[in-house]
């Protein structure tokens, strides 16, 4: 019954490499975010969309691209990995709207060797 | 450049203590967020509070917001082993369309 859950939890690859992390979530909500948190616990929005159209795209490598099948999945698949790459990333989910808080997953760390 | 600034960076207290952290933000917001984030887990909301509104409780937090001093500061009462966590204010800037910006962070450890 996990509201926010994203796949997989940990990822160690190599440079190089292409790798993709799913997150779905059973709240209803009609929008969905990806966002980085670096070693320091620095957390910055990479992406968001709403209902399945991407709404917000930072400065962000275009190696970076997410994908919205439908409105309750958000995945990002990132090509050519670069050390750099290493952080935690969450997926997290909200209704439309100013005041609606952030609901998140547990994150998935990834590790680029 | 960033927009929530947390005060301080490292919090360290016994249980029972109080526990007060503060954030500063740039711009204009249409409301600041309070989340806590337990090691290797998401982040969880904790409270929101709007820019008209000056102060907000829930339970044993208590938050505050200046918005002529673009502050906002987080106090935990009576606090417990269990409110060890990282805390993140996040702000909902006017001309962001719906985008959360988050602070770095104060870690609080409450030691029993």
């Known amino acids: 019954d996990t509201a926010v859950s994203q796949t997989p939890k940990y990822l160690v690859t190599q440079m190089g490499n292409d790798k993709s992390i799913k997150c779905e979530q059973n709240?209803?909500?009609?929008?969905m975010y990806w966002y980085k948190q670096d070693s320091k616990k620095f957390l910055k929005i990479m992406f968001s969309?709403?209902?399945?159209?991407?709404?917000i795209n930072e400065t962000v490598p275009n190696r970076f691209s997410p994908k919205s099948p439908d409105k309750a999945h958000l995945n990002l698949h990132i090509n050519s990995l670069e050390l750099g790459d290493s952080a935690v990333y969450f997926c997290?989910?909200?209704?439309?709207?100013?005041?609606?808080?952030?609901?998140f997953g547990n994150g998935t760390r990834l590790t680029v060797t | 450049s960033q927009q929530g600034e947390e005060d301080p960076q490292a919090l360290s207290i016994q249980e029972g203590e109080n526990a007060t952290m503060n954030c500063s933000y740039k711009?204009?917001?249409?409301?600041l967020q309070w989340y806590r984030q337990n090691s290797g887990r998401g982040l969880v909301h904790l409270i929101l509070?709007?820019?008209?509104?000056r102060e907000k409780h829930s339970g044993r937090l208590r938050v505050t917001l200046d918005t002529s001093k673009k502050s906002s500061s987080l106090l935990i009462t009576a606090s417990r082993a269990a409110d060890t966590a990282s805390y993140f204010c996040?702000?909902?800037?006017?001309?962001?369309?719906?985008?959360?910006?988050f602070g770095e962070g104060t870690q609080l450890t409450v030691n029993p």
């Open positions: 709240l209803g909500h009609d929008t």
């Open positions: 997290a989910s909200s209704q439309v709207g100013y005041n609606s808080p952030l609901h």
């Open positions: 996040a702000t909902d800037e006017e001309t962001s369309g719906s985008r959360l910006t």
């Open positions: 969309y709403n209902n399945k159209e991407l709404i």
């Open positions: 711009t204009s917001i249409n409301n």
């Open positions: 509070i709007r820019s008209n509104e």
